[in-house]
Each structure stands twice: as structure tokens, then as C-alpha cells.
């Protein structure tokens, strides 16, 4: 496939965030689908209307938004699904952007050692390859929301916001938990989050393997778009999230945040902090005071992707 049929010099392609969905986050149960129909216009001359009229007889038990829903996480088998010049951009990240703010949907927060601390601390099963979703939902509770960027989108305990530069550290369901008891093994060892029985991972689940039944394996346009990601990506920014998450922590972290709000994107930030739900307040007053009313290390972190 030619990456040229996205007619690059003509148009600016920009596809929705679609990696926040049911490949990357953990939904709690019991649980269903907001209604994205309106924001999400199937393609209506190729691939997504005839998707969804084809498969209708395996997917006759689940409610549209589900399924529009898995669709829209799955994206593509041979052809887009959907029409993204008339998809609405918006709409989409205030869904997302609620859904994680009311913890309809989770993102675990993969920086630090919370996760890490509380994993050890209290599960006590011996496997430890993979986490079932029980286990799961009771590992994250009271958790921050994670942070993570894809192009200018940072998702965090702000819902999603949006950075002035462009990064690419998308979410992950196979977070590094433990150490092993071998002393000649100094690695961090990945636990995989098994998704839960709810009806959109199982329309997801039924998609992939009928398209794949039908017409075999999908084409690669995972590398076209991910390119779309990439191409704004500066080397120098690669590594600074986990710079600033790993490295950068507490007070320091909360310094680092006073800074950024007292620089010249100051003013950016602010704007940033006092988006809806967040009061315009939130954001108003000396740097040391909006600094010490973010309560979680993330907040800050989140904030200042932002802005750096």
C-alpha cells in the first residue's frame, strides 16, 4: 500500500485519536459505549458502511455505539473505515476526555512506582505474566489517570489537553511490575492487563476475526499512520517524558511546574489548567500557589508536557 493515496501535498492528514480505545485502556464493569456515531461519520463509498451491513449478523447482540466504538479502535482492515476529513476532531477528544475524567475508561499511569509498589504489596497469585481484569480494576483504583502523548494529545488527570510540540509515547497494557527473584537479573518484568468481558471488547473481538476470516490479513496501514505521528517528532524530545517522570520527582517535579508557569509559555499553561471541567480560578494567582493545588505528581506532569 502507498502511503501516497493519503494525498499528502494536498491534504493535511490528522487522524482521530483513535489509540486511546479498546487496544490501550482498561474499562471498569460493567460497562457501555458513549455515543460516538456523531463525531465518527463511517465511510460511506468504501469500507466502513459495507464493515458494518456485512458483519451485522455477528454483531446482531450488541448495541451500535459498542460497536461503532470497536470500529473505530480497529480503524481499518483493508480501507479506513471511517471518513477522517469529516470526522470531528473536537467532539472526539471531549468524549475521550470525559470518559477519563469520570473513570469510565482507565489508562494506567505506567511512570513512577505506585503501580509498581502497590502490585507488590498486594498480589499475592503466583502468576505473574498477566493480570486478570478483577485484578486488574483493583490495582487501579484510586490511581492517577496516565499520562501519555500522541502527536500534540497528553491524556493525564486532565482529561486530554494539547501540547504545543509533538511526542509519540502511546498507551501500553503491559506495564513493568516486578523484579524477579533471580539476583542475576537486574530487569523490570512486564505484567500484561487482561481486558474485561464487556460488550465493546467483544464486538472488537468478533470484528477482527470475522474481517480477518473474510479477507485475510490486514493491510499495513498501522505504519502509515503512526508515520503521521512521527514525522512532527524531534529527536531531542524522545525521551523527555520518562525523563521528567522517572527522573523528576516530588517537590522537584512541582518546582519544575512553577518554572514552566513563570516562563514565557506561562500564559499558555495557565490556559491549559483552567480548561473545562477545571474552574478559570484553578489557574489564576501566583505560580506558587497553582503549583501547590495540583495534587498528583501527574497533574503537574501532564501540565508541563504542555508547555515544554
Known amino acids: ?16 485519536p483513535s489509540p486511546w480505545g479498546v487496544g490501550a485502556s482498561v474499562y471498569p464493569e460493567p460497562r457501555r459505549a458513549p455515543t460516538w456515531a456523531p463525531a465518527l461519520p463511517l465511510s460511506s463509498r468504501a469500507a466502513g458502511q459495507r464493515t458494518l451491513s456485512e458483519l451485522s449478523s455477528v454483531l446482531t447482540d450488541l448495541g451500535t455505539a459498542d460497536v461503532i466504538l470497536a470500529l473505530f479502535t ?26 477519563l475524567l469520570q473513570e469510565r475508561v482507565r489508562l494506567p499511569h505506567r511512570f513512577g512506582r505506585s503501580l509498581y509498589d502497590r502490585f507488590n504489596d498486594t498480589y499475592i497469585d503466583t502468576r505473574t505474566d498477566h493480570l486478570m481484569s478483577e485484578d486488574v480494576q483493583r490495582l487501579l483504583q484510586g490511581s492517577p489517570i496516565g499520562v501519555y502523548q500522541l502527536g500534540r494529545l497528553v491524556s493525564g488527570p486532565l482529561g486530554i489537553i494539547e501540547s504545543e510540540d509533538s511526542r509519540f509515547v502511546p498507551p501500553i497494557l503491559e506495564l513493568p511490575l516486578w523484579h524477579c527473584s533471580d539476583t542475576g537479573c537486574n530487569a523490570l518484568h512486564d505484567v500484561t492487563f487482561v ?12 470484528i477482527g476475526k470475522a474481517l480477518h476470516d473474510r479477507l485475510g490479513p490486514a493491510a499495513e496501514w498501522s505504519e502509515v499512520l503512526n508515520s503521521q505521528l512521527h514525522k512532527e517528532t524531534p529527536r531531542q524530545y524522545v525521551d523527555l517524558p ?5 527522573y523528576i520527582i516530588g517537590e522537584e517535579l512541582t518546582v519544575l511546574l512553577e518554572r514552566a508557569l513563570l516562563g514565557d509559555r506561562g500564559v499558555f499553561l495557565r490556559g ?3 480548561l473545562p471541567p477545571r474552574r478559570k480560578r484553578e489557574a489564576d494567582g501566583p505560580a506558587t500557589r497553582v503549583r501547590s493545588s495540583r495534587h498528583w505528581a501527574s497533574v503537574r506532569l501532564g501540565g508541563t508536557l504542555s508547555s515544554i
Open 1 to 16: 500500500m502507498k502511503s501516497s493515496a493519503l494525498e499528502p501535498t494536498r491534504i493535511r492528514f490528522e487522524p482521530p
Open 74 to 99: 480497529k480503524f481499518f482492515h483493508h480501507d479506513l473505515f471511517f471518513d477522517y476529513q469529516e470526522s470531528d476532531s473536537t467532539k472526539i477528544r471531549e468524549i475521550l476526555g470525559r470518559e
Open 195 to 206: 481486558a474485561p468481558n464487556v460488550p465493546v471488547v467483544e464486538a472488537f473481538s468478533r
Open 242 to 246: 520518562p525523563l521528567i517522570a522517572d
Open 272 to 274: 491549559v489548567l483552567a
